[in-house]
């Protein structure tokens, strides 16, 4: 069953005078007969039926509904009465309509003796249907829990069968009968009444009178013609879709925009490999001063006859754009710098981000459990994955930089070079401090783990019995324990090493024994070719190494950034003291070892 929120749906309905009172002004109405209608839905055509049954069918609202104009709802002078009883009996829906004694409502029911107006609608609401398909494989949709909420009188209608009673025999229940109703529409036998249906569907699935004129003449059932008019949809071309995209963008007047470009025309002046983009073209070339005057003028301030110097204070002041300038060609600096700092350490490190500054809790799963043998109708066995935690935090740092008026009049751009630069250097170089603190931390053992042990301990299987230099055989030693490791469980994950981590001290050392050569013979393969060399100067152990598996594949060393805000953050504000520019450097970072079977140390010679 397929439900789906209610809405107003119409069909309309066809009748007769015969049970006209003009005393009573009553009318009696066959509201639904069942009748299969043609719909046009979103997915393409399909028939419509109304469950008659009684247990389908809530006659709750229609009892005192409003008997409308055509389904408006404007006034009150769209209604032309009220529905005073319905029933269902023999598989229909009949009504019994009381107009009211307006002139308009007298209008209708001369109409209505007259046979001039003999179009009923009837106005429902479905809360479930029904689907399923038909004998030609068409959908068909039936209503399995509706409400009639209204009946309206229409010019045209779609349900032949619904006619206005003949006059009701003596002792007629008036009452919902008990009789199961069946779903079955009533038969169409007239020719009149199969061509009104087949203009009906005609109607609905917007077809041209062309077809419609084919059916007639063709003397089709109305069965064909609905056969045939879902064939008419399948084969006809959809009207293409034109689309159009309106892009909306920041307008060059917009100060951020303004800034945007003039910050990086001149941050081209400083780093002259950047490529200029053609917004900010028109600004390169520019010195301090000249910006900080175009900004007055694009504020209205009159800068004739005013010093340079008078310029960049009351541009610095005066209006948001020239420290926008300023600000975001010491970003572009920074960030450049800051991405261009060596740092071999984090080539061994992943990259994450969190949310807040509360603890970071790292799962580590165990391995899935064995699978077992499962005996024919035997029950499944359960299995368990262990669990282990490590845990570590974003921390913040910050340095507070300042650029005096001095260097802004001057057009001093070694302010920005040498104080920009070196504040991204010393936020790359932070963060690998703070990595290498943790490898080298404890006497070189590592932090402690989980389990109470240290990164590098015999139990983790991770550190050389003995120290030694880098070799065939401490390297294959290497390769032997990691590949050997185990997981939560005691079973085997393989760890494939990826990374010689060293100081400076073992560089010509281990690009030695890592260089590819062309062997001539076996004995002269080189089995660790594969292995990539990092270099970290920043390692105060000249002689401790490390193998280190690809941090995509092994959990190990992590390192995290406060979410949306990756490395160095850069705010800035005019400094009323000195009238100089002063620039906050904030970078949100923590690092932790979240696991130790990546991992293999070795203490050297």
Known sequence: MNAVTPTVAMRALAFSPSTLDREARTVEAIASTGAPVMRLGPSGPYEERLSLDAAHVDLSRLDGAPVLNTHRQASVGDVFGTVTASRLRDGQLHVTLKFSRRPEADLVLEDIADGVLRGVSLGYSVAEWREQRGAAGALVRTAIRWTPVEVSLVPVPADPGATIRALPKEGDPMEPTTTPATDTPAPIVTRAQVNAE???????????????????????????????????????????????????????????????????ALYARINPQHQLSEPARQFYGLTLPELARDCLHR??????????????TRAMHGTGDFPLILGDSVNRTIRQAYQAAPSGVRQVARMTTARDFRT???????EGPTLELAPEGADYTHGTMKEAEETYRLETFARI?????????????????????????????????QLVSLIEGAAGVGPTMS????????????????????????LSAARLAMRTQTGLTNEHIAVTPRFLLVPPALETTAEKLLSQIQAAKTADVNPFASLVLIVEPRLTDAARWYVVADPAQVDGLEYCYLEGEPGPQIEQEVNFDSDGLRVKVRLDFGAGFVDHRGWYANAGA
């Open 198 to 264: 087949i203009r009906s569907i005609a109607q609905i699935t917007g077809l041209e009178q062309s077809w419609t004129d084919s059916q007639i003449d063709a003397e089709a059932t109305v069965d064909q013609a609905r056969a045939a008019a879902l064939e008419a949809l399948k084969q006809r071309t959809a009207t293409p879709i034109r689309t159009q995209t309106v892009t909306v963008g920041a307008s060059g007047d917009d100060p951020h925009t303004r800034a945007a470009r003039a910050g990086e």
């Open 299 to 312: 504020a209205g301030h009159q800068t004739t006859g005013l010093t340079q110097s008078t310029i960049v």
């Open 360 to 366: 970071k809790h790292r799962l580590q799963f165990g």
């Open 401 to 433: 930089i300042a650029i005096s008026r001095q260097a802004i009049v001057n057009d001093d751009l070694g302010a920005f070079t040498d104080l920009s630069a070196r504040m991204g250097q010393a936020s790359a170089a932070r963060e690998a401090a």
């Open 451 to 474: 389990d109470g042990l240290a990164l590098f301990h015999a139990d983790h299987g991770n550190l050389a019995d003995t120290g030694a230099a880098p070799a065939e055989a401490t």
